[in-house]
């Protein structure tokens, strides 16, 4: 959910700011205040009307939502709408499995696939110096050497193979309506971007068994659910970038007299090509990180080895195919980076294109011979085996409960501590309020943090979780939610100013950041679970996880783009480096650490599902629970659902609070989609 | 001059040795093109009697461990072509109807779905009951063994309130705390404490893995833990984990889900097909229908997986060369 | 030209029949249901109270005026003054409320969209303050944009840009990109592309006030040149009444959407319509823009025999023969007489000059 309001064409007459309205208290006293009196109304209120539903009960809506999918599942020999989908389904399976022919499955009668491990590798690094470059071609080698070595091939091709089909139907669908978000007017947008909201939030397990209904187990399934959470960043970031086209350059062109069409085609995507290969990039991370959900419905890839790995609560194993993951991300992003800016070095004419096609030519001679060896011996066709993969499952298993031995004590304490502290005291006053005090509380807060703009998307929000049935549930999960954005925004502002102010720091944790937002969760739930048990406590940390390196490279990009002069001005007036941090770095890239809060609020919600699977309970569980059980798929939706509306209040308030005014003032100076939206 | 001739002689082997590694390579190649022959000759053989056989894999050990055996015979006997489907129990059903589930080979009772699908229980046909698999499953309260060993009288419902301080963590909120399992069982827990009136509060693990690694750490860490769990479960053979004495399972007395103060009942469990395919003239119809075995058979193959981390596959082909005499009986 | 005071002289108006361009009573009101308020008497309202009443601004408040073929008609105003909507109506890149815009005998506001773009493609180009060229495109390709969009096969819209390259000084920039030239060969690039598609009306927005004073001369100079090598009928918009005064055949100085004067430099100068405008050009050196029309005075009977001047002389240049001359010089429109002109009437002026900035 990081919608933003693109300023109005015609930016040149802005209106002045409005005056700042005289108040005689700041926003956070205000705050304090409702808080106050909550609490004295909470202690005597508490335990009444919190609208608590038992495991196994169901409201009303929640029954009807289970009956229409059940009708709908009865309908699906007649219904024609079925049978359509279902054929789309079939086509995508039939693109996954012929291009699993090829590269990695034996194509029967062969023993083997049409393509071996050689052949495929030596295409890859082809493509990679072909469109990137040698460096970004070792890179290539070694992520393919890799694959093949920690005896994951197949599944990583299968991987591969379930992206690129996903990514592909995501351009065709996507770039249209990337267009579509790019020129029409502002009513459009916000009704689009906030599908795209309820799209991003939505908890994957909740369509998961209606996709399979509609498109059919296996690899369709995989398409397109991944497909259905990798199309909004596109969209998104490729409809700024198309709106993003300076005015003036549209207006010169428009004054030559150019249809809207040859506008869109020789302006407007082409000034916006930096933007949409972005884009194009989040997309891919996003279908990566589907991998393990999709493997729930026998998606191919290397999501299967962890989710197998997760049965038998087998660390290592998970471990290898999750960081092959990882591996595949990093190749894919810095590959599809490098690329673009390659082209455009080309297409200046930096480099030697005479000399770049004789290499490539004489490249190609070898590659040919690989491609002609794998498809005729063993060696070349199926990757030696070796005993890489189980080792270093073997050694991180040990290392794990090496881990877990040593620091399981003082874990215990940190986890009681925060449960005590923070987590316990705030369930409390949010979930054992009568729900009627906590909707108000919550609405004035929102009122006084984001004013009316704030107020309305609220109002609307609580009606909808009190109208799905999960008040309760949904009280406890937003608990932990902010708890965990507690934890993040700590992180977030101590790596972040550090990232910044040291080089080495950033180069340091940068591959990190990047690890810990690629790897399926998967595979540290284990430890985490080692370590913390099943509580709410572990479901926190593995949001923040997830979350904090979305929230430090924020803040990391917005304290570092904070301008040196001024950083210098307030140096040679005898700052210390902890009032040049307060006073100068952090005011200054406020509206970065807004947007960390934010994207780490989202982030930590979008785990919701994950904490339901390790003792969290709320409405990760009821989501689980509709996935698990089919009786039960009304109310996992309706749980979805009510996650939904809490991403959407918290996004609205936050961003109301960050900034009074919608249009005049863009609370981030860095393009929003800097952050890689998992 | 000796290094001289030392060094030639070595360059002359190396050359030997590329050359012997082309030739051997270049024989290599001769085995993609035999075991293409190999396999185009195997399938005009078979002649299409078993065809494919789509294997539904729920996501447990123990399923694993009987999917798998089931599969290899049908692969290795009858020439099936095997796919198996990494699925949720409700998913596979569902791909009953579609044909792209043909068996689901350990069913642990699930009337929701038996009612969408069965056509004897109001279902629309696809599935078809193909009878127990000799399985059964326990399903009850249980606590690690250090704990039964030490306070041998927890293991009656009874003296639980006497201990209730002792199972209180963060998460109980002062009351002692049963531990939950996979949303994806049935569980009457919540109903079963509050009948028997015992001073404890259901916290969800949320799933199977976390469950699990509760037990393993109880155990190991010498903490107190009381959950659901349930038989057949590999890690039977790593832990001991004891089974807490309920009030005896009654026919009956689980049918109103509030009311429930009983023990679980043994479930038999079941293999389900898809309808279509029990009525084709696939030769693996007659395996499935006919493989039956013991709790104890198949945490043997799961503790092959899981214990000496061997893949499915072998575990299972391990299996079925120690047991000839019971594949036979299936084959029958 | 309701606002045109009548008592200045008219020795330069334009013949209406053959104008290049020309825009009656045009209207431009910003806001919603903007065109509501036309007809009623809140469209007299000035500015603020409109905006407080209805919400709407006005841009363009009932404007017309003639340009004639080949003239350089300069419209000159503050920011915020309506010059740069006033220029976008024209071609309807701002779509006016109201008026007639008349090019080439065609009413550009009563055109449909393809009629509109044929317009644009062939008859009027426009040359923008901040360039817009295309970032990913060489300067070539820049150039022969107008011409790709029409339709131009490759090779001949290349041979044509590569001409205008020329034309304005560019050659052996072809195959630069926009982000390698400086913002004076920038909008050499933004000129060459509008005189590309060979349009009879070129209107230029401010094109050089984001180049600094050298630069801007240069560019100056090079208008004036293509003026003269290619005639093009030219608007141009201005706040600089320097870069008006320079260039402009005639200058339209508007002020809240409104047109004050319009008239020929010297005219402005001279007599300037209202406080505003004399204000405003106070600080020009009057000697250097005003002929000797507007210093003359009546020959009192004898005219005498000193030296002949013509009238539309500027008074810089005839200042010298003036001064060197005892006694009163005439001044004649053609053959006839029409005045003389002794020293007091120079150093009037001159002098008026010195006080000025005081």
Known sequence: ?678 | MRNTRNGWMRGARAVAVVACVTVVAACGGGSIEEQTQANEDQAAEAGGECGDLNMAVNPWVGYEASAYVVGTVAQEELGCTVNYKDLKEDVSWQGFGTGEVDVVIEDWGHPDLEKKFVESKGGDGSATDFGENGNVGIIGWYVPGWLAEEHPDILDYKNLNKYAKDFATSESGGQGQFLGSDPSYVQFDEAIIDNLGLDFKVVFSGGEAATITAFEQAQKNKEWLIGYFWEPQYIHAEIPLEQVKLPPYTDGCQDVPAKVACAYPDTPLKKFVSTDWSESDSTAVGLVKNFKWTNDDQNLVAAYITSDGMSPEDAAAKWVKDNPDKVQAWLG | MTTMTDHEPQGTSVPATDAALAVHNLWKIFGKGGDKILGTPDAELPRPELKEKTGCVVGVKDVSFEVAQGEVFVVMGLSGSGKSTLVRCLTRLIEPTAGEVIVDGEDVTKANESRLRELRRNHASMVFQHFGLLPHRQVIDNVGYGLEIRGVPKKERRAKAAEVVDLVGLSGYEFSYPDQLSGGMQQRVGLARALAGDPKLLLFDEPFSALDPLIRRDMQNEVIRLHHELRKTMVFITHDLAEALKLGDRILIMRDGEVVQVGTPDQIIGAPADEYVRDFTSEVPRSHVLTLKWVMHEPNGDAGDGPVLQADQIVKDAARVVLDHHGPCRVMDGDKLVGVVDDEDILRVVVAEEEAPA
């Open chain 1, 1 to 678: 959910m990081t919608t933003v309001v693109a300023p109005p064409r015609a930016e040149a007459k802005e209106p002045p700011p409005p005056p700042a309205e005289p108040r005689h208290l700041p926003r956070w006293a205000w705050a304090l205040i409702v808080i106050g009196v909550w609490i004295v109304v909470w202690a005597f209120t508490k335990g009444q009307d919190t609208l608590t539903l038992g495991a196994r009960e169901h409201t009303q809506l929640q029954n009807d939502l289970t009956e229409f999918r059940n009708a709908v599942l009865a309908s699906r020999d007649t219904n024609p709408f079925i049978q359509f989908t279902y054929q789309l389904g079939e086509w995508f399976k039939e693109a996954v499995e012929w291009c699993q022919r090829m590269i990695s499955i034996p194509d029967f009668p062969r023993p083997v696939p049409q393509i071996g491990w050689l052949g495929v590798t030596a295409v890859a690094v082809w493509i990679g110096l072909a469109v990137a470059g040698w460096r970004i071609a070792l890179l290539v080698a070694a992520s393919f050497v890799s694959f093949g070595l920690f005896g994951y091939w197949s599944d990583s091709m299968d991987l591969l193979i379930v992206t690129f089909v996903s990514v592909s139907v995501a351009v065709l669908i996507g770039m249209p309506l990337a267009v579509l978000l790019g020129t029409t007017s502002r009513l459009g947008n916000s009704i689009i971007n906030t599908i795209l909201d309820i799209f991003q939030t939505m908890p994957t397990f909740v369509y998961l068994l209606p996709i399979v209904l509609f498109f059919g187990i296996g690899a369709s399934a995989a398409v397109v659910c991944t497909l259905i959470y990798a199309l909004p960043p596109l969209i998104r970031i490729a409809g700024h970038g198309i709106r993003s086209v300076p005015s003036t350059t549209i207006e010169a062109t428009d004054s030559a007299g150019q249809t809207s069409w040859q506008r869109l085609r020789k302006v407007q995507l082409p000034m916006a090509r930096k933007t949409i290969v972005v884009g194009l990039n989040q997309t891919i991370m996003a279908a990566l990180s589907m991998a393990t959900i999709a493997a729930y419905v026998d998606g191919p890839g290397l999501g299967q080895p962890v989710l197998q790995s997760l049965f038998k609560n087998d660390v290592g194993g998970a471990f290898v195919p999750g960081m092959l993951i990882v591996v595949m991300a990093v190749m894919l992003d810095r590959t599809t980076t490098a690329a673009s800016e390659a082209s455009e070095k080309a297409a200046r004419g930096r480099i030697n294109m005479r000399q770049r096609r004789i290499v490539l030519a004489v490249a190609a001679v070898p590659v040919l011979v690989a491609l002609w060896m794998s498809r005729f011996y063993t060696w070349a066709a199926a990757f030696p085996e070796n005993n890489l993969g189980p080792s270093v499952a073997d050694a991180v298993n040990s290392f794990t409960e090496w881990f877990v031995d040593a620091f399981g004590g003082a874990t215990e304490w940190f986890k009681n501590v925060i449960t005590e502290a923070l987590i316990n005291p705030m369930q409390s006053l949010l979930a054992e309020s009568p729900w009627y005090v906590t909707a108000t509380a919550i609405m004035a807060l929102a009122l006084v943090l984001g004013g009316l703009r704030a107020l309305m998307p609220t109002v609307i929000c609580l009606i909808g979780i009190y109208i799905f049935g999960l008040w309760h549930d949904a009280m406890i999960t937003l608990t932990m939610t902010m708890v965990g954005t507690v934890l993040v925004m700590v992180m977030a502002l101590v790596f972040g100013v550090w990232m910044a102010r040291r080089k080495s720091v950033d180069l340091l944790l940068r591959p990190l950041l990047d690890a810990g937002q690629t790897i399926p969760p998967f595979v540290y739930l284990i430890p985490m679970l080692a370590l913390f048990g099943p509580t709410r406590f572990t479901a926190i940390v593995a949001g923040v996880i997830y979350a904090a390196p979305v929230a430090i490279k924020l803040v990391a990009d917005g304290v570092a783009g904070v301008s040196s002069s001024t950083v210098e001005a307030s140096r040679s007036t005898g700052a210390t480096t902890w009032q040049e941090i307060t006073k100068v770095q952090l005011p200054m890239s406020k509206g970065s650490i807004v947007l960390a809060a934010n994207q780490g609020l989202l982030f930590m919600l979008s785990m919701a599902v994950i904490g339901g699977m390790v003792g969290a309970g709320a409405l990760g569980y009821d989501v689980v629970l509709g996935f698990s059980r089919s009786e039960e798929w009304g109310k996992g939706a309706a749980a979805g659902i009510t996650i939904v509306l809490i991403g959407i209040m918290l996004d609205r308030i936050a961003r109301a609070a960050a900034n009074q005014d919608p249009i005049t003032h863009n609370p981030t100076r860095r393009p929003w989609w800097r952050s890689s939206m998992g």
